[in-house]
């Protein structure tokens, strides 16, 4: 039997402690190598990244990158979970969206792991009078029941409440949340409508239905009109600060006014930072609750649906991948409902197999991967911690911005919301146009002669408010322009690739150019002659070596034999007979919609 130590078994015991200055100093000597001069300090600073909102996010992080305590599960300031036992019990609530009266659709769901129904009721989804209709054979004391009504809230909401009572269903086993949300709505519409019966509501919630909330603070329409993580942050925190002054007022006391929110973000693909900002809206709410004198009652609930900003039309099964990791991102940042958008839902109305996929992520997360077992498992991360703490400042900051402004309704319709949404839309467009920020399938590694998938077309969404964007909008109205002209003529606009010199010098960029000019829906010609293959533009693809001894002369050579446009794959360099270069980081939608416009591509 082997017998360890007293002071048990430390393999590194023989190996002196590294110091940061040491880690820095060999930072500093691979930078230089690959051609970067810079000194030990700063050469942390070149490998950060830049994030929105002033963030930035380093390549190390340690026990120097101290953040405020955090404390536990269950108490203020409830970073790390708003209840003491998290979702250790049974996982967080897998909550499927549905905007159709397709009861068969909906007991599918609940038949198949999932355990609460969002329901999209008015106008753009389920009529009000079909709501029974819709909740036909379902325990409406089992399944909690989330409205989300739009300006029909009030009459969505007495419905439903007929319905339990109809349905003998005692008022405290009533479960759910009635959805009224006049400052979201405004966002969505520019529309207002009366909040008298919102207060009603909540009070009668408060009074005889302990389960249901009233009220809903969404944030996903300031996250799909193109904002940042802390500007999401702020607008719900001032949606949210906005409600509690009118319930209170209405005199309805704190607590129970408290009590009567649930808020809604959106969780992307970017793991972390959807972590830290789940963490961090829960330290920010229980920042409100302790100025209004009611800390332990901050405890902000929270339902986490997959982004549709990030959601793709063209190669949609990527969106699978995407929402699992947004998936993995809510549940490890606490949310108490997760919302997975089947990965169609940009297309049009998911089918059935789609919604399988969707609430089948969230199954084998947590009974699978057991990713609720421990609660808050990023916790204690000191780049997690850092960034939770960096990221709620910056959110504080805005709310204030806003609250100076006089609220959230009057930043809604001075347009101080929109403008800045608007300027961090700018700011990321170009990170897209640029495939700065890649979208797979899409900007990077496209797949032009994929099947398209047909759906049945979805009614449109409530407009008239702040504006609703997607990543790939401006790669996708490039692909439409492709598709017409297959239709027109039988075959895609196309570019030859002349590949100079041996495979190793030129594969690199060959395969940068046909990514390139692919995600345009320009077909890219590597085979055979420019002249087989009736492109009329071309492409140099090589090394920088080799475009020293080749590209003036190849370049020559290919307008000679008709290439009304020539590109280079690489950096701006001194080769006549070159109109346009192409190299990461240029402007590719710029580059790609005027060869399609050079092309007659409409």
């Not at 991948?321 to 490890?332: E, F, K, Q």
């Not at 002669?449 to 490039?478: M, T």
Request: hydrophobic content about 40%.
């Amino acid at each position: 039997m082997t017998v360890l130590p007293d002071d048990g078994l430390s393999l590194a015991a023989e190996f002196p402690d590294a110091t940061y200055e040491q880690w820095q100093h060999l930072v500093s000597g691979v930078l230089r190598k690959s051609g970067k001069e810079v000194s030990s300090s700063a050469a942390e600073d070149t490998l950060s990244t830049a994030l929105e909102d002033g963030l930035r996010a380093r390549p190390l992080y340690t026990a120097r990158d101290d953040a405020p305590a955090t404390g536990l599960p269950g108490f203020a300031p409830f970073v790390r979970g708003g209840r003491a036992e998290g979702n250790s019990v049974g996982g967080w609530d897998v909550r499927q969206r549905h905007a159709a009266a397709d009861p068969a659709a909906v007991l599918a769901d609940l038949e198949n792991g999932v355990t609460s129904l969002w329901l999209t009721v008015g106008s753009s989804g389920i009529p009000v009078s079909a709501l029974p209709g819709a909740l036909d054979g379902v325990y409406l004391d089992l399944a909690p029941i989330v409205l989300d009504a739009g300006a029909e809230a009030d009459a969505a909401a007495r419905e439903l409440l007929r319905l339990y009572e109809e349905s003998g269903i005692a008022p405290d086993a009533a479960r759910g949340n009635l959805g009224a949300d006049p400052l979201g709505h405004e966002a969505r519409t520019g529309l207002r409508y009366d909040g008298a019966p919102v207060t009603e509501l909540a009070t009668l919630c408060a009074g005889r239905y302990s389960g249901l909330r009233a009220l809903t603070v969404d944030a996903l329409p300031y996250h799909e009109a193109g904002g940042s993580a802390a500007q999401e942050l702020g607008c719900a925190l001032a949606t949210g600060v906005a409600y509690l002054r009118e319930l209170t007022e209405a005199g309805i006391g704190t607590q129970q006014a408290l009590s009567q929110m649930e808020f809604r973000f959106a969780a992307t693909a970017d793991q972390f930072l959807t972590v830290a900002k789940l963490r961090a809206a829960r330290r920010l709410w229980a920042r409100v609750a302790e100025v209004c004198g009611a800390s332990q009652a901050g405890a902000q609930v929270q339902h986490a649906v997959t982004s549709p900003v990030m959601m793709t039309r063209r190669d949609p099964w990527v969106n699978m991948l995407r929402t699992t990791v947004a998936t993995l991102a809510a549940g490890v940042g606490g949310a108490d409902a997760v919302t997975v958008l089947p990965f169609d839902s940009a297309i049009g109305v998911p089918d059935g197999f789609a919604r399988r996929i969707a609430r089948n992520t969230s199954t084998i997360l947590i009974e699978e991967s057991h990713l609720s077992r421990v609660i808050d498992p990023a916790g204690g991360s000191w780049y997690v911690e850092r960034l939770t703490d960096e990221l709620a400042h910056a959110a504080w900051e805005f709310f204030r911005t806003i609250e100076r402004e006089g609220g959230q309704a009057a930043a809604l319709r001075s347009g101080l919301v929109r403008e800045r949404l608007a300027e961090t839309w700018a700011a990321r467009s170009v990170r897209l146009a640029e495939r700065r920020e890649p979208i797979t399938g899409v900007s990077e590694f496209p797949y032009l002669g994929e099947k398209p998938v047909e759906r049945v077309p979805v009614d449109a969404p409530p407009s008239g408010g702040l504006p609703r964007v997607r990543r790939d909008e401006a790669f996708e109205a490039l692909r439409a322009r492709s598709d017409s002209h297959l239709a027109a003529t039988g075959g895609r606009p196309r570019v030859y690739l002349a590949a100079l010199g041996p495979a190793t010098a030129h594969t690199a960029r060959l395969t940068f150019a046909a990514n390139l000019f692919q995600a345009g829906g320009i077909e890219a010609v590597t085979d055979g002659t420019f002249e087989e293959s009736g492109a009329r533009e071309v492409c140099l693809c090589s090394s920088d070596t080799v475009y020293e001894e080749q590209a003036e002369a190849t370049a020559g050579t290919l307008r000679a034999a008709g290439a009304r446009h020539v590109f280079l794959a690489g950096r701006p360099g001194p080769y006549p007979g070159v109109d346009t270069y192409v190299f990461a980081g240029c402007d590719a939608v710029a580059a790609l919609s005027a060869t399609l416009d050079r092309m007659g591509v409409s």
